[in-house]
T-cell receptor
Framework: DAGITQSPRHKVTETGTPVTLRCHQTENHRYMYWYRQDPGHGLRLIHYSYGVKDTDKGEVSDGYSVSRSKTEDFLLTLESATSSQTSVYFC??????????FGPGTRLLVL | GQQLNQSPQSMFIQEGEDVSMNCTSSSIFNTWLWYKQEPGEGPVLLIALYKAGELTSNGRLTAQFGITRKDSFLNISASIPSDVGIYFCAGHPRGSNFGNEKLTFGTGTRLTIIP
């Protein structure tokens, strides 16, 4: 298994509160990604990073921000959580090829 | 966003049977990846294909990169109970991670094994 951990693994929060999810890798991969997975939509890219402090938006970035201050950590922040952001969030890492390795996921419930 | 057409959407088979599934795209990809996801877990990479026509095996799993570059196939031989899960394909149009292209994912094939 690729060395990817996500924290927390489960979280319940209330609408309007900020939430930060963390992805940590031990593989020294350059690329890191945040996806959400929802029934009927599959995996959708939220944001990605191609280096420390280098990030860009994916297809569903509204309401989310990211930061990468170290190679090994990629944070996803929901500034003000909404019920539509209830989902399972996956972090992935990648090197020079297109192959991506996924973390175990964070299940988020916004009440 | 774009998704790859993956079929079948679900399969109900008996233990010991062989399984075949495929992914098709309207555009060309230079990389095809196959993942398996079990309940409550993240997708796990099974096979990566980087060359048109390539046939790669991983135990009882065999995947092929279609000659047209617009499709890929995954076969599982002699299925066992632990094969249960959702299988996803993913494609990438370029030969490297540089640039703005990203992975496109299939809609998934849910495999169920009937006792």
């Amino acid at each position: 298994d690729a060395g990817i951990t996500q924290s927390p693994r489960h979280k319940v929060t209330e609408t309007g509160t900020p939430v930060t999810l963390r992805c940590h890798q031990t593989e020294n991969h350059r690329y890191m990604y945040w996806y959400r997975q929802d029934p009927g939509h599959g995996l959708r890219l939220i944001h990605y990073s191609y280096g420390v402090k280098d990030t860009d938006k994916g297809e569903v970035s509204d309401g989310y921000s990211v930061s990468r201050s170290k190679t090994e950590d990629f944070l996803l922040t929901l500034e003000s959580a909404t019920s539509s952001q209830t989902s399972v969030y996956f972090c992935a890492i990648g090197g020079q090829t297109e192959t991506q390795y996924f973390g175990p996921g964070t299940r988020l419930l916004v009440l | 966003g774009q998704q790859l057409n993956q079929s079948p959407q679900s399969m109900f088979i008996q233990e010991g049977e062989d399984v075949s599934m495929n992914c098709t795209s309207s555009s060309i990809f230079n990389t095809w990846l196959w993942y398996k996801q079990e309940p409550g877990e993240g997708p796990v990479l099974l096979i990566a294909l980087y060359k048109a026509g390539e046939l790669t095996s991983n135990g009882r799993l065999t995947a092929q990169f279609g000659i047209t570059r617009k499709d890929s196939f995954l076969n599982i031989s002699a299925s066992i109970p632990s094969d249960v899960g959702i299988y996803f394909c993913a494609g990438h149009p370029r030969g490297s991670n540089f640039g703005n292209e990203k992975l496109t994912f299939g809609t998934g094939t849910r495999l169920t094994i009937i006792p």
